[in-house]
């Protein structure tokens, strides 16, 4: 399957939102990711996967530190605890999670989706610029997936990842308002 960057990321990017995030904040997270990666390598998974832990774990920062700013409410958990207490859905009251990658990569979402995931792209010239592209929800991130996109070829024999190629289906997020079916009661 010959999945084009430019035909399926750019053609969209007119209707992505680019947040420029204060310089302190990014420092602040620059600074707590590399607090955090010293604490995650004494987990089994990570001393096995620690390759290029700290810009996954930076770009996911990000792109949740650009949605704060957006949706105008506290989404980053600054605690460093196991794993496997931070799988589930990322902004606080809602189920919905945060997919950020670095431009010209496709994100990694998982094979079967359970709740929808917003999109981010971070620049990769500038840690200060985000864009959101938008919502995916699950039926959509399960049905544009490709492994061909995965450009770690130890991630794609685990085969739980995919690359999520959807952009034109994404729904524009403006406000809190329009992530209003996915609240927690």
């Known amino acids: 399957m010959g999945i084009n960057y430019n035909d399926y990321v750019v053609k969209f990017s007119s209707r992505f939102k680019c947040v420029v995030i204060d310089a ?11 607090k ?3 604490e ?3 987990e089994k998974h990570h001393t096995i996967d620690s390759k290029n832990e ?26 460093i605890g196991c794993s496997d207490l931070y ?5 606080p009251g809602y189920r919905v999670g945060i997919k950020t990658v670095e431009r010209n990569k496709f994100p990694i979402i998982s094979k079967k989706n359970q709740y929808p995931q917003i999109i981010c792209i971070k620049s990769i010239d500038r840690d200060d610029v ?5 919502l995916a929800d699950a039926n959509t991130l399960n049905m544009y997936q490709s492994d061909d996109l995965i450009l770690d070829r130890n991630l794609r024999a685990r085969g ?8 034109k289906y994404l729904t524009v997020i403006n406000s809190l308002s329009d992530l209003e079916e996915y609240k927690l009661d």
Do not use: M
Request: hydrophobic share 45%; aromatic share 14%; charged share 25%.
């Open 160 to 167: 739980t990842k995919t690359g999520f190629y959807g952009f």
């Open 40 to 42: 995650k390598r004494k």
């Open 130 to 134: 985000v864009f959101i592209c938008g």
């Open 87 to 91: 799988n589930k859905p990322d902004i």
């Open 54 to 79: 700290v810009k996954r774990f930076l770009t996911g920062f990000l792109g949740e530190a650009a949605l704060e700013q957006l949706l105008k409410i506290k989404i980053i958990d600054w605690s």
């Open 24 to 34: 302190s904040y990014v420092q602040k997270i620059h600074d707590f990711v590399s």
């Open 36 to 38: 955090l990666v010293l």
